[in-house]
């Protein structure tokens, strides 16, 4: 009595806390975005007679529900990595919530494990599986956004060509792209212009971006503005061609998902076909399959089956990826 209690309580508080977080966390970081940006205005515009703030222009992290534990990320190797890994994927959150959420989930997936199966050997297997899922989850999004600053960067590129042919300076047509550009490509080129604007020399802050957007592509345009800055050239018909070149490396990327469609599929089927098996054992020959449940060779034997899936599916996952 007292572990379920105990497992009903972490389940309640684990709902209740991502509850909180996807709706009290934006707006919080809203506020805090706005106050500082209202500080930034408002500083040094007193009168000589008021007292001088100590505000500095040194950027500063974003805090956490906990910031001991920011602090604490922050100090070790893989905090770093992680700052990185959120900047990348977009989502706006702090390493210490994703450590702590991290922390959470493995408490209540080993709880949840070892009562519902009575085997306590499972339940580090299960606080560890529930442990990586926030930072598959930041991948996740990282992959995605990646992707499609991908799609909307050969956009990007045409509309500075476009703008240096009608004069503009290199870093008016990038004020032009971050105004114009939406999500991901619009915020990652306003971060450069800003970055240059306030006196950052714009070879750091090309660098930096590249930093943020480790793309080939976004090497690429790198690379050929810097060249350009130091040997000359019309930048324009370069963003031009370079435009032309990502599209072509799109057309032959799809080309390649063509051709390795049939085994994303098989994928999708070795990995489903156990599942549905079992639902329809579980119909059909109900006594036969209670035996995977409340044995403990069974209970073994359907642990062992989600592994070897789980990695079945990411080899053929692996097999099937083809850089282009």
């Given at each position: 009595m007292l572990l379920a209690i105990l497992m009903f309580l972490i389940g309640a508080g684990t709902v209740l806390g991502a509850y909180a977080a996807v709706t009290k966390l934006p707006a919080v970081?809203?506020?805090?975005?706005?106050?500082?940006?209202?500080?930034?205005?408002?500083?040094?515009i007193g009168g000589p007679g008021e007292a001088e703030s100590d505000e500095t222009v040194v950027k500063k992290q974003k805090s956490g529900p906990l910031p001991v534990l920011d602090k604490l990320v922050e100090r070790t190797n893989a905090g770093g990595r992680l700052q990185r890994l959120i900047d990348q994927s977009g989502v706006k959150t702090t390493p210490g919530a994703v450590v702590l959420i991290a922390l959470v989930m493995a408490l209540a997936a080993?709880?949840?494990?070892?009562?519902?199966t009575q085997m306590w050997f499972l339940a580090p297997v299960a606080a560890g599986a529930a442990a990586v899922l926030p930072f598959l989850f930041l991948t996740h999004k990282r992959t995605r956004r990646m992707h499609a600053f991908e799609e909307m960067f050969p956009e990007g590129l045409d509309l500075m060509s476009r703008a240096l042919k009608a004069g503009h300076a290199f870093q008016t047509s990038m004020g032009m792209v971050a105004d114009e550009m939406k999500e991901p490509v619009g915020p990652e080129?306003?971060?450069?212009?800003?970055?240059?604007?306030?006196?950052?020399?714009?070879?750091?802050?090309?660098?930096?971006?590249?930093?943020?957007?480790?793309?080939?592509?976004?090497?690429?345009?790198?690379?050929?503005?810097l060249i350009q800055?130091?040997?000359?050239?019309?930048?324009?018909?370069?963003?031009?061609?370079?435009a032309h070149v990502v599209r072509e490396r799109f057309k032959i990327l799809r080309q390649v998902r063509v051709h390795t469609a049939?085994?994303?599929?098989?994928?999708?089927?070795?990995?489903?076909?156990?599942?549905?098996?079992?639902?329809?054992?579980m119909y059909l020959n109900p006594d036969h399959m209670k035996l995977l449940f409340t044995?403990?060779?069974?209970?073994?034997?359907?642990?062992?089956?989600?592994?070897?899936?789980?990695?079945?599916?990411?080899?053929?996952?692996?097999?099937?990826?083809?850089?282009v």
């Open positions: 970081l809203a506020q805090r975005k706005l106050d500082r940006r209202l500080s930034e205005v408002t500083m040094g080993g709880v949840i494990a070892g009562v519902v080129f306003r971060k450069t212009f800003d970055q240059q604007n306030y006196g950052l020399p714009l070879r750091d802050a090309l660098l930096q971006m590249s930093e943020r957007v480790p793309l080939l592509d976004v090497r690429f345009f790198v690379t050929a503005v800055r130091e040997t000359g050239g019309n930048l324009a018909e370069i963003l031009e061609n370079l049939h085994g994303r599929f098989t994928a999708w089927v070795l990995l489903a076909l156990p599942a549905f098996l079992a639902l329809a054992l044995e403990p060779m069974g209970r073994m034997m359907l642990g062992l089956t989600v592994v070897l899936q789980t990695t079945g599916y990411f080899w053929i996952r692996k097999v099937i990826k083809i850089e």
